[in-house]
């Protein structure tokens, strides 16, 4: 072939070469969340999760702000205003050590900040965000209902006023960091629709039980919130925007950064599989010589690879600010899904050692059935997007 001595060699850890799509400051804050992430979490999560707890949450929260991750995607405040593209390297990085930690910073900069960033005041901003971009602070994000999940504009939270204050009775269910935040951005019913209150979790009245025996996302802080009477001022309320709207639009900023990473956990599986086909003998020779073994392989990273592409084309539209919501469905619905294919493939390739913590494998499948869920569920993703090709509601 001519001019094919000039080819760079093929990269098995990046055979599409996507990394030449990335500047030297995007490489770099990978590297940084990499390392991060080697240093502070991996040598310990097999042992978070095998009990059921995330210590030092708050310490690592501020090492999390200390590398400028949270709320890394915002404007000022404190906040890195770093690129999409560059948020969800992080992302990605973040999930391949564990979807829980990954799931404290989403929370944390997609959900809490981003609903104060974008729709409070300025003095909420000055008042929460340097703070929470620090990890000084940590936030929750409440929605979910007991009886109301993928149906939100049926929450029975309610704020009425009392004079010039607000009284928030209510209950939410499944609230990541609720037991260790500061600050809850907590969705309500009121006389004027749905509305948003900061609410600081020393409040009298509000409670943050944690939710214990978890399955899955067992390195990560889970909880119920409880508002018995909370009276709150009137500037607790989010003041720029009344309605679904509101957390709809957090939901999916969060979204985006599930796109990329379930790829994370995705490459973290492949890698796993991919060391242990290599070294693994069977009938004599490595187990990753045989065709059908190769043949997942060859799958795995065709899917994976696809995903992150996927991930960094999204990524591309919201720095441009043309990423609409029913692409980040798009997103969000495909890689979840493959990742969780990628890890049961790797499974059966690492036999027995594949439901064994002293590998990542069964740890991500079974986190990936709480991302694949939350923060909508698949059928809820592919209404959006058939509504989205069709022109027809198909949710009621």
């Not at 009245?205 to 899955?216: R, V």
């Not at 889970?222 to 018995?228: G, H, K, N, P």
């Amino acid at each position: 072939m001519s001019g094919s001595s000039k080819l760079p060699p093929f990269d098995p850890a990046d055979p599409l070469g996507l990394d030449d799509l990335l500047e030297p400051e995007d490489l770099g804050i990978r590297d940084t969340v990499r390392s991060w992430a080697a240093d502070r979490v991996l040598p310990y999560v097999a042992e978070w999760y095998e009990t059921g707890e995330l210590p030092g949450i708050r310490e690592l929260a501020r090492e999390l702000g200390g590398i400028g991750a949270l709320g890394m995607s915002l404007e000022g405040y404190g906040c890195a205003g770093a690129s999409a593209v560059q948020y969800g390297l992080a992302c990605l990085e973040l999930e391949a050590a564990d979807s829980g930690i990954r799931s404290l910073v989403s929370v944390q900069g997609s959900l809490a900040m981003y609903a104060i960033h974008r729709f409070g005041s300025e003095e909420q901003k000055r008042h929460w965000l340097p703070r929470m971009a620090a990890g000084e602070v940590i936030g929750c994000f409440g929605l979910t209902e007991p009886d109301h999940g993928s149906d939100p504009a049926s929450m029975r939270t309610y704020a009425k006023r009392d004079g010039t204050d607000w009284i928030l009775n209510g209950r939410k269910m499944w609230i990541t960091n609720g037991s260790v935040a500061g600050v809850a951005v907590v969705w309500a019913q009121t006389e004027d629709g749905i509305r948003g209150f900061a609410v600081p979790t020393d409040s009298r009245g509000f409670s943050a039980p944690e939710i214990k025996h978890k399955w899955s996302l067992r390195a990560s802080v889970t909880s119920e919130l409880v508002m018995d009477d909370v009276r709150l001022p009137a500037d607790a309320v989010l003041p720029e925007v009344t309605g679904l709207r509101g957390p709809l639009s957090c939901l999916s900023h969060a979204r985006y950064g599930i796109v990329w990473g379930a790829m994370g956990a995705a490459r973290s599986c492949f890698e796993a599989a991919v060391d242990y086909a290599k070294s693994r003998e069977q009938f004599g020779r490595p187990i990753g010589g045989f065709q059908l073994t190769q043949a997942k392989l060859a799958d795995m990273a065709v899917e994976l690879h696809k995903g992150i592409l996927l991930a960094h084309h999204l990524g591309r539209r919201m720095d441009a600010g043309r990423l609409r919501p029913e692409q980040v469905s798009f997103g969000k619905l495909n890689n979840v899904r493959e990742a969780i294919e990628i890890c049961r493939t790797a499974r059966t390739i690492l036999g027995a050692n594949g439901i064994s913590l002293e590998y990542p494998v069964m740890r991500h499948a079974t986190n990936l059935e709480s991302v694949l869920t939350y923060e909508g569920t698949v059928e809820m993703h592919q209404l959006v997007l058939g509504k989205a090709l069709t022109g027809l509601d198909a949710f009621r």
